[in-house]
Nanobody, 120 residues
Framework: QVQLVESGGGLVQAGGSLRLSCAAS????????MGWHRQAPGKQRELVAT???????SYADSVKGRVTISTDTAKNTVYLQMNSLKPEDTAVYYC??????????????WGQGTQVTVSS
């Protein structure tokens, strides 16, 4: 059983900052990569940022320069530092992990999501 639990969402004014965290726990053998997606009302889920085990990072163009993804591999945790937030960043943010379990299963796992609301 694998769980991903996000935290850190909330309500913030435009121009403000938030730091999201996502901790993966359970029967995990190794994590290949972790990332963040978001889904705004009426829109499809979109990629925000990803980070691989060897440190390769990618960002969506819409957030480049404003967000930083990082990990604490010892804690199986991924973070998303978001600065200069805009109302269009309002969405439910989901973390995901591509990992292998102790039983040899390789799959993507998702968290339950955390709401980020940016007021203008």
């Amino acid at each position: 059983q694998v769980q991903l639990v996000e935290s850190g969402g909330g309500l913030v004014q435009a121009g403000g900052s938030l730091r999201l965290s996502c901790a993966a726990s359970g029967s995990i053998l190794s994590i290949n990569d972790m990332g963040w997606h978001r889904q705004a009302p009426g829109k499809q889920r979109e990629l925000v940022a990803t980070i691989t085990r060897d440190g390769r990072i990618s960002y969506a163009d819409s957030v480049k320069g404003r967000v930083t993804i990082s990990t604490d591999t010892a804690k199986n945790t991924v973070y998303l530092q978001m600065n200069s937030l805009k109302p269009e960043d309002t969405a439910v943010y989901y973390c995901d992990a591509h990992l292998q379990t102790m039983t040899g299963v390789r799959s993507y796992y998702w968290g339950q999501g955390t709401q980020v609301t940016v007021s203008s």
